[in-house]
C-alpha cells in the first residue's frame, strides 16, 4: 500500500481504489467503498465487490453525521463502528440501499485528519459474521494510509495551484510591462501602442480576439481587430459604431458618458452646496 501511495501522487484515485480492494480482501469482507468529503457533505467514491446497480443508488446520496448508516455512524462518532447485523439493527435506516447491496454485517471505520473524519471506509459481508478486533484494526490501518494518501494529494495540488499562481503573476507582470515600454518607444505610433495593449489584454483574460475603437465625437471607429477574420475587419471598418445599448463597445461608451455625466453633476452639487 505504501508503494502504491509513493508511486501515486499525482493520481489520489488510484490509490483510493486499490486501498479499498487490499482492506476488504486481507479483511475477508465480501464489499467495500469509501466515502469520501466534497464540500459539505460525504459521498461514496471508490468501491469494492458493489454491483453498478447499488452505486448508482447511493452514489448521489449524501452521507450525513447520523445513526442511520454505518458511514454515518462512524462519521457521528469518529470511531470505528461495528454492526453485526444490519436488519436487527433498529437504528439503520438505508433498506433500499441494504436490499441491493445485499449485506448483513457492516463495518465503518472512519478516515481521521487530526481528529476530525474526512471519510469513512465501510465493509459489508453477506452473511451475519461479525469482523474480529484484529480485522478491525487491520481495516483502521487502511484508513491512516488513506488519511495519508488524500493528504498528499492536498498538498501537491496546493504547491501546483501556488506555482500557477506565480506564473500567471509573472506572466500579467511581463505583458503589462510592455504596454509602458512601447507607450515610451512609440510616442509618434500610436498604432502600435494600441496593438500591444490588445496583444497583451488577449494573454491576460485568455481571450480569442481583442477589439479597440476610437471615439471622434460621433462613432465608434475601429482601430486594431486582433486575431479578427478579414472579412469581419472589412465590416468593422466600414460600419463604425454608434453610442448606444445594441452593442457591447457602443453600450461602454454610453456607460462610460452616463458616469462622466453623473460625476460632473455630483460636482456641480457639490459647489453648490459650499456656495450655499
Avoid at 207 to 232: H, S
Avoid at 253 to 262: D, P
Wanted: aromatic residues 6%; glycine residues 6%.
Amino acid at each position: 500500500m505504501l508503494k502504491v501511495i509513493s508511486r501515486s501522487t499525482f493520481n489520489l484515485q488510484a490509490v483510493l481504489q486499490t486501498l479499498v480492494e487490499s482492506a476488504a480482501r486481507l479483511s475477508e469482507a465480501d464489499k467495500a467503498v469509501i466515502t469520501r468529503q466534497k464540500g459539505a457533505a460525504f459521498y461514496r467514491a471508490e468501491s469494492y465487490g458493489y454491483s453498478s446497480e447499488f452505486m448508482d443508488h447511493v452514489r448521489s446520496i449524501p452521507i450525513e453525521p447520523e445513526r442511520g448508516s454505518v458511514s454515518g455512524r462512524a462519521l457521528l462518532q469518529g470511531r470505528p463502528v461495528h454492526i453485526p447485523d444490519v436488519k436487527a439493527d433498529p437504528e439503520y435506516t438505508l433498506v433500499e440501499a441494504q436490499r441491493l447491496g445485499d449485506y448483513r454485517t457492516a463495518l465503518g471505520v472512519p478516515m481521521l485528519r487530526e481528529g476530525i473524519p474526512i471519510g469513512v471506509l465501510s465493509l459489508t459481508r453477506s452473511e451475519v459474521r461479525p469482523f474480529t478486533d484484529k480485522q478491525i484494526e487491520l481495516v483502521t490501518t487502511f484508513t491512516d494510509q488513506a488519511v495519508i494518501a488524500i493528504e498528499n494529494a492536498r498538498l501537491f495540488e496546493a504547491e501546483q495551484q501556488r506555482t500557477r499562481e506565480l506564473s500567471e503573476s509573472l506572466e500579467q507582470q511581463t505583458a503589462t510591462s510592455k504596454v509602458p515600454d512601447v507607450i515610451s518607444r512609440s510616442a509618434f505610433d500610436l498604432q502600435a501602442v494600441f496593438e500591444t495593449a490588445a496583444e497583451s489584454s488577449v494573454k491576460l483574460c485568455g481571450a480569442d480576439r481583442a477589439f479597440i475603437y476610437r471615439f471622434n465625437g460621433e462613432l465608434l471607429r475601429m482601430a486594431v481587430a486582433l486575431n479578427a477574420p478579414q472579412t469581419l475587419k472589412d465590416f468593422l471598418t466600414q460600419n463604425p459604431i454608434r453610442p448606444g445599448r445594441y452593442s457591447g463597445a457602443g453600450r461602454e461608451r454610453t456607460t462610460a458618458v452616463a458616469g462622466a455625466a453623473n460625476r460632473d453633476r455630483r460636482h456641480a452639487q457639490t459647489h453648490q452646496s459650499l456656495n450655499i
